[in-house]
């Protein structure tokens, strides 16, 4: 790519599985700071998030993608998470082994999640909340749309049939592509790309991203660390009246949220180009003004430590 480098590398988790990992970087200049992005449900980063990582690293960033346990070409049944904060604890130990080598130490460590990544990003936040410097929140998976939830009843039967057969693909679901992707060629490679699960939602997954997500919308108010949500207002995957209430609720004293009339799910891939080109715009120049010299990163440490809520002394 242009003036970018792409590598790729497989790496084993706690479990002994293999991941694979990627990453984008500005070829001929020193990094801004580091990105890292967790993809969403079904998705996966060398293809999918290709475009992403591309844009962020000819902004000047390095870019850091892992494709999570049953997703993308990384081990296990394709399309199923057997538990969610052990894909949380894979993600959580690549991203920090990448931020503690030497080289990075003193660069501003960012998260970026798409989704069911968002949710990602936000419980990597909880696990250690003051060592992400900030976080972009792209149409997150705060809460599963009520049009896109099963009823009481079906999530109840599920729960109890997920304990018995969990990889089962019964999950009542509506075609989540066709509702998340405005533009039609984008929809196409998502749907010829076998690295994406296409299948039905299995049993256990099912349950562990509901989970989830309403784990996080009970804990809004948790959430400390600066960050920018962006939102399709047409999104009917993903609530953007949560986003709304993140933004709302979020402790943190610097937060910003962006929603986009007539845009859908997938902000930033599967809109026409000139929305893409605009969300991206908005994105790089919220990290762009937050971006602080290397130098000041201990300052700046030592003050988010004191400001958390969960840390400030009575």
């Known amino acids: 790519m242009d003036g970018i480098n792409y590598e790729e590398e497989f790496i084993l988790n706690a479990r002994g599985m293999k991941l694979f990992t990627c990453r984008w970087f500005p070829e ?14 079904a998705m996966e980063c060398s293809i999918s998030m290709r475009g992403t990582g591309t844009q962020l690293a000819k902004a000047g960033y390095a870019v850091y993608g892992i494709d999570y346990e049953g997703h993308g070409k990384s081990s296990g ?3 199923f998470v057997p538990m969610f904060d052990e894909l949380v604890n894979d993600v959580s130990e690549h991203f920090t082994s990448i931020c503690e080598r030497r080289e990075n130490k003193t660069l501003m460590r960012y998260l970026l999640g798409e989704s ?6 936000l ?7 003051t060592f992400w410097d900030g976080a972009v929140l792209v149409a997150p998976m705060c809460k599963i749309s ?9 999530i109840f039967i599920l729960k109890l049939l997920g304990k018995l057969f969990p990889t089962w693909k019964i999950v009542p679901s509506k075609d989540i592509i066709d509702k998340a992707v405005k ?10 790309n076998p690295y994406c ?12 991203l509901l989970k989830a997500s309403l784990d996080i919308q009970t804990s809004l108010e948790e959430v400390s660390l600066p960050f920018l949500i962006v939102h399709g207002g047409d999104d009917s995957v993903t609530d953007p009246s949560v986003s709304q209430s ?4 979020a402790y943190s004293d610097d937060r910003s949220f962006k929603l986009y009339p007539g845009m859908w799910h997938a902000l930033t891939s599967g809109e026409p180009q000139e929305n893409i080109d605009l969300v991206f715009s908005d994105i790089i120049a919220w990290l762009d003004e937050r971006t602080i010299p290397c130098s000041s990163r201990t300052e700046k440490e030592h003050k988010i430590g004191h400001d958390h809520p969960k840390l400030r002394l009575s």
């Open 28 to 41: 001929y200049r020193d990094p801004k700071a580091m990105i890292f992005i967790c993809h969403g449900y």
């Open 77 to 79: 049944l394709q399309g």
């Open 116 to 121: 069911m990544g968002g949710a990602v990003a």
């Open 123 to 129: 419980h990597l936040h909880r696990k250690e909340p």
């Open 146 to 154: 009520e049009e896109m939830k099963p009823n009481p009843l079906v």
């Open 183 to 192: 533009n039609p060629e984008w929809r196409m490679e998502i749907r010829n």
């Open 197 to 208: 699960y296409k299948g039905k939602p299995r049993l256990k997954t099912g349950i562990e």
């Open 246 to 249: 993140l933004y709302e609720s």
